[in-house]
Structure formats: C-alpha cells, structure tokens
C-alpha cells in the first residue's frame, strides 16, 4: 500500500503555501522566489533588478492562493496562457489549480493535446484561458482562432507566453511575441520544466532572455517567471502575479 501524499487527500506536496512555510528557510525562498535562487550564480556587476520586479510579501501570496481555491461567480476579467506544444502548459494550469479539487486539467503525454480554448473560471474573480499549443500538431485553424481572441478580447488583462526552461526561446517562441507585439498585447514569458534544467544552463537561459526582453520588446513584462509544475517552484508566486494583474490584491507588499 502506498502511503498518503502530503498535504491531505488527493493535494501535492507543497501545492500549499501552509506546506512550503514548514520547509527550511532557504528551501522555502527557492520555491517560492525560485528566479531569486538564480540570482546568487550571477557573476559580479550583473544588473539584478529584473530578477526582483515583483517580490509580494506573505499576506499577498495568501490572497492569491484563496482566489485560486473552491469558488462561484461571473467574472469579467481574462489571463491567457500560451506557448508550443509540449511546453508544460497544461500541467502548470494543473498545478495552479490543485487546490481546487473540481476544477479538472487534462494532461497528456501526447504534444499538442489541446486543439481548442478551454476556459477555467477563478471565483467571481477572472477567467484563465488555457490555448492550443502552436508548432509541432498545432490545430489548423490555429492563427485565426487565437489571433482573433487576442484581438477581440477587450478585457484580457494579461497573456502568459510559457518557454520551456530547458531549450529556451524557439524560432516559433519568437513568432508568438512578435504577434503580441504587433497587436500591442501586454505578456510576461514563464519558463518551464525549471526542475529539468541544470542550474547553469537555466541561468544561461535566462540571461539571454532578459537580454531579448529588454532589447527587442517592448509589450513584455521585465522580470521572468520560473515554474516547475513537479516542485511547485515559482507557483505560488505566479498566482499572485496573476492575481495582481486582474486587479485582485489591493496592494502588493514587500517581502
């Protein structure tokens, strides 16, 4: 027999901020601020601002985690998620939902898996619109499915570009931000599959996509968001960040 997951019946382990709060401190920054953790390999004189943009306080992260557990309503407000096949993407909605028990992800091992908008209603909150993946097995009607909702969508607050932390940023990754670009849509890119990636080769990542975001960008939200759906590292953090977005946290204290 198997013994029980941590953190109750059916739920993760550190799927909750309850959970992560119990690990050793320095354990527990590297879930939470995972891009921070990042942040002590920089060689000296390396700008360190964009790794701490966003940097909400305990308090902040309690009130997303609530918005993204068990609720009713009609929300107005909309986030996207977007990026290629295979990039995790499902399975970050997955994990950011795992507090919801009814709210059902289908994940799958075969790339390309989602061929239509599937919409996830937080609350009366905002609603999360989960893409087909572009590239490899995208659904023919791909661009003028999703470049007709990113246009026509008046209150699509925010759009979540996901790249896979391992790779980095593709030819059609680049596609994607210059279609974003062009119709003038706020984005944030969230690398993926963080736990995959050994440490230099994700903060070489990283560095260069800093360095596109700054120089060829002009849409794209400075700081990145680093993810392991398997950890939980970053989770947590970007639910407040899309709590933050659709207006949901009166103010966003330090921590």
Do not use: W
Not at 39 to 50: H, I
């Amino acid at each position: 027999m198997l013994p029980p997951r941590a953190g109750g019946a059916g739920r993760p382990p550190l799927a909750a901020l309850s959970q992560v709060l119990r690990l050793e401190r320095s354990r527990r920054a590297g879930v939470v601020f995972p891009l921070q953790k990042l942040e002590r390999c920089l060689a000296p004189g390396v700008d360190t601002a964009p790794f701490r943009l966003f940097q909400p306080g305990l308090a902040a992260l309690q009130r997303a985690e609530a918005l993204f557990t068990s609720g009713r309503g009609h929300p107005i407000d909309y986030v996207c998620f977007i990026g290629r096949s295979n990039v995790g993407k499902s399975s970050l909605i997955r994990a950011l939902f795992s507090l919801s028990p009814e709210v059902e992800v289908r994940v799958s091992k075969t790339p390309g898996h989602t061929k239509k908008m599937n919409f996830f209603k937080v609350g009366k909150y905002f609603t999360l619109v989960d893409m087909p993946g572009y590239g490899y097995r995208a659904p023919q009607d791909f661009v003028e499915m999703v470049e007709a909702y990113l246009q026509e969508r008046r209150n699509l607050k925010r759009t979540f570009l996901l790249v896979d932390g391992v790779v980095g940023l593709q030819k059609t990754d680049h596609v994607a931000v210059e279609m974003l670009e062009e119709f003038g849509i706020p984005y944030v890119m969230v690398l993926t599959k963080i736990d995959r990636a050994a440490r230099g080769l994700l903060l070489k990542n990283v560095l260069e996509i800093q360095e596109f975001v700054k120089e060829k960008t002009q849409g794209c939200f400075p700081q990145l968001f680093l993810v392991s759906s398997l950890e939980f590292s970053g989770v947590h953090l970007l639910r407040c960040f899309v709590a933050h977005v659709t207006g949901n946290l009166p103010a966003v204290e330090a921590s």
